[in-house]
């Protein structure tokens, strides 16, 4: 008999002891329920937030869907826009920041703002309308996409509405919140804003006080790839001259 079996013997019952330990611990934890933290909508529009706050232009294409009883058949539209953010001095006339709006289809039609004035060029109409930048402080793209709105100081955070709830196929692509603004506003009732894994928005839906529903589609987005740093390339972008003989209305 080897001298040392006992021992090897020994040894292999220890062994077989701390597998079965082993064992039935992994198997423990395979059954024990998996916990995750549940992102609440507030948390959604927070991470958003810091997301947009680090920005400082923004470009993509989008495509507008709007539908309701007022404005009859469902209508479409596409193109492209443009924000920049852009701290105004102190006591300077207009508002914070930069946008612009090309519509390419159904008809050409140019929304451009340079912080001071807003135009709205419509070339079917052979008209544009200009109005001072502040009538655009509410509107939640031009206010959240040059900085100067706050999701969690300007709106009341919520679960999505039934109609707004993603389906299954876009489980895990989007989270979606609603917002209601604080103040109230006389164009919008409430927004549904679709929320990607990487804190960008993908789409929103803006609801009116007249049930009427337009969904904007964002894609291509490019971050921070403009030259803010060049004020005429800034100036070319966000001023436009129409051609002539349109026909030019101050509001």
Known sequence: ??????????????????????????????????????????????????????????????????????????????????????????????????????????????????????????????????????????????????GSGNLLKDFSIAAPSPDFTPGKEDTGKYKVIKLTPKEKQSQVSEIHLWVTPDSMIQRIDILDHFDTRTSLTLSNMKVNTLNTDDPKAMETLFTFTPPEGTEIIYQ
């Open 1 to 146: 008999m080897n001298p040392m079996q006992p021992f090897l013997n020994q040894i292999s019952a220890v062994t077989r002891t701390l597998l079965l330990l082993l064992f039935s611990t992994s198997v423990i934890c395979l059954l024990l329920p998996v916990t995750s933290h549940a992102e609440s909508p507030e948390d959604i529009a927070r991470r958003l937030q810091q997301t947009y706050d680090q920005i400082k232009s923004l470009a993509f294409d989008f495509n507008q869907n709007t539908e309701g009883e007022l404005s009859g058949r469902a209508q479409q539209a596409s193109g492209s826009a443009w924000f920049v953010k852009d701290k105004k001095p102190v006591g300077a006339p207009g508002i914070s920041g930069k946008m612009r709006w090309d519509y390419t289809s159904p008809e050409k039609q140019i929304l451009v703002s340079d912080g001071i004035d807003f135009s709205m060029y419509f070339a079917k109409l052979e008209q544009m309308i200009v109005s001072p930048a502040e009538t655009m402080r509410n509107d939640i793209t031009y206010s959240f996409f040059t």
